[in-house]
């Protein structure tokens, strides 16, 4: 069985019985399975629990799989979660469909076990490190926006929805959309967006943050602050933002490699970077201008 703990993966099928194999295949490899028969169901279902992951059939009675998948990706709590189909249709059509819907990936029925959990533990991993990523620099005063390929909001932390919401309080308008667009291209350059009250929203590109998505981070800052930070303007990338991000926490090495899933010596790598990029020699200096300025965007 796999160490790791608490992994939860719900399955949505109309014929549940015949993935017997598999919800073996996944309960020996350490989740805990919960079935679905319909898209309603499993709506339902994610009401009173968050999976790790969702293995969900394309086509089904009632709500397609496609039409799951979107009400799932618009609800911002659930939105994280990856979302892979199970299907028998291997049309093109089918295939960008259900990418389209919100889908990370795809297996095509009759299902190979060992296959199924190799691509879930793919997505498990990423979807987890990507969480800690946003709840990292959420917490110490960033927001953090994800965009998709379409420029279209992917995922949003709290921080970053209230943002949104005090400098677009019309979340459909053009400019935000232009926005988002702009900031979906792999060459996106960081954004400052004025308010009235004489703030500034600095929204920059810190890079791919899943299949087709870019992470973007989110400040405030008010007019007499208006000068571009050290940190604004190291130009870190997402590794060394989350490293640096627990660093501010007082977390060891050894803790942020737990945390990060890499080894302590790939972190220490990381904070050479850092060090590098922030013009300073020691953990603590980084640490405290990060605490500092990172606090001062709260």
Not at 181 to 208: H, I, N, W
């Amino acid at each position: 069985m796999n160490g790791n703990l608490s992994r939860i993966v719900l399955v949505v099928d109309d014929a549940p019985q015949s993935l017997g194999p598999l919800c073996t295949a996944l309960e020996e490899d350490g989740y805990t399975v919960l079935v679905a028969r319909d898209g309603a169901s499993a709506l339902e279902r994610l009401g009173l629990v968050v999976p790790d992951a969702i293995l969900l059939d394309a086509v089904m009675p009632g709500l397609s799989g496609f039409e799951t998948c979107r009400r799932i990706k618009a609800d911002p709590a659930l939105s994280h979660i990856p979302v892979i189909f199970m299907t028998g249709l291997s049309e093109t059509t089918h295939i960008v469909e259900g990418f389209d819907s919100g889908g990370v990936d795809y297996v095509v029925k009759p299902l190979r076990a060992q296959e199924v959990l190799a691509r879930l533990a793919t997505h498990v991993r990423n979807a987890r490190s990507v969480r800690l990523a946003r709840e990292a620099v959420d917490v110490a005063g960033y927001g953090v926006l994800v965009v998709d390929a379409q420029g279209r909001a992917a995922w949003r932390s709290p921080q970053a929805a209230a943002w949104l919401a005090d400098f677009f309080p019309d979340s459909g308008t053009a400019p935000l959309a232009e926005l988002l667009r702009a900031l979906a291209s792999p060459d996106a350059q960081p954004r400052e967006c004025p308010a009235p009250d004489g703030r500034v929203l600095t929204v920059r590109p810190l890079g791919p943050a899943g299949l087709g998505e870019r992470m973007l981070l989110m400040q405030v800052r008010t007019a007499a602050a208006a000068a571009p930070s050290r940190l604004s303007q190291a130009a870190l990338t997402p590794r060394e933002a989350e490293v640096l991000s627990w660093l501010a926490k007082g977390k060891t090495n050894r803790d942020m490699a737990e945390i990060l899933g890499m080894s302590p010596r790939t972190v220490n790598k990381h904070l050479e970077h850092v060090f590098e990029k922030l013009g300073v020699e020691t953990r603590a200096a980084a640490a405290a201008l990060a605490s500092r300025e990172l606090g001062a965007g709260a």
